[in-house]
């Protein structure tokens, strides 16, 4: 059964502290992994897709990465207004559905 | 180019009505999925419309349906209704269904409509 664990739950961080996000998943071939970012309020904001161990994507402050077993979302010098929760989801080649995994909420102080 | 837009944003209702949930996609958008968010459950799958047809279906009760007109609009119902279907409901839109093999599939979310049942 294909399966995503997102950790950490919650996350705090002081404006400028650079860390990560990790997302495991269990899949009979990966057809993609897929992250999101959610406001309160609102849906998900389509972020990143990564098809490959190996593969990296960028955008502003936030960078993916993925290998066979896990994805990391690395978030360098964060301000504010990256405070959202984090949605990680997998495609296997057997799913017909998206799996998400429950989200890494992060809260950056100023 | 407008995103996915899901009517109405809230609702209230009461144990034992019925509901219904209108999502437009993406134009150009043929896939249209929904979903169940609850705080403790997650995002969890409902089903998936290509071209008027269900596609996939998660494991819901039969108190669920849905179907998708010719222009790619959605529609969600939700009979006889439950306490524990209080949640977000998500739609979300793409240019493919999520079964065909070797197709990047990327989702659309609208901002999801917020049911409260008393």
């Known amino acids: 059964e294909d399966q995503v664990t997102q950790s950490p739950e919650a996350l705090r961080l002081q404006e400028g502290e650079s860390s990560s996000l990790n997302c495991s998943y269990t899949v009979s071939g990966l057809r993609g992994l897929f992250w999101y970012r959610q406001d309160p309020g609102k849906g998900p904001e389509f972020l990143f897709t990564l098809y490959s161990a190996g593969e990296e994507k960028e955008k502003e402050r936030l960078k993916a990465t993925l290998t066979k077993k896990e994805s990391f979302l690395h978030i360098t010098a964060p301000k504010p207004e990256d405070s959202a929760t984090y949605l990680c989801a997998v495609l296997g080649q057997a799913g017909t559905a998206l799996i998400f995994g429950k989200g890494t909420t992060l809260s950056v102080s100023s | 180019k407008a995103g996915v837009t899901q009517t109405p944003r809230y609702l209230i209702k009461t144990r034992g009505q019925q509901v219904t949930l209108s999502c437009s996609p993406i134009s150009g958008h043929r896939s249209v999925s929904w979903y169940q968010q609850t705080p403790g459950q997650g995002l969890q799958f409902l089903f998936e419309?290509?071209?008027?047809?269900?596609?996939n279906k998660g494991n819901f009760p039969g108190r669920f349906s849905g179907r998708q007109f010719s222009n790619s609009r959605s529609e969600m119902n939700v009979s006889t209704l439950e306490l524990g279907d209080s949640a977000l409901y998500l739609c979300?839109?793409?240019?493919?269904?999520?079964?065909?093999?070797?197709?990047?599939?990327?989702?659309?979310f609208g901002a999801g409509t917020r049911l409260s049942v008393l």
């Open positions: 419309y290509f071209s008027e047809t269900q596609r």
């Open positions: 979300a839109s793409s240019r493919v269904f999520t079964g065909q093999a070797r197709a990047k599939n990327i989702q659309y």
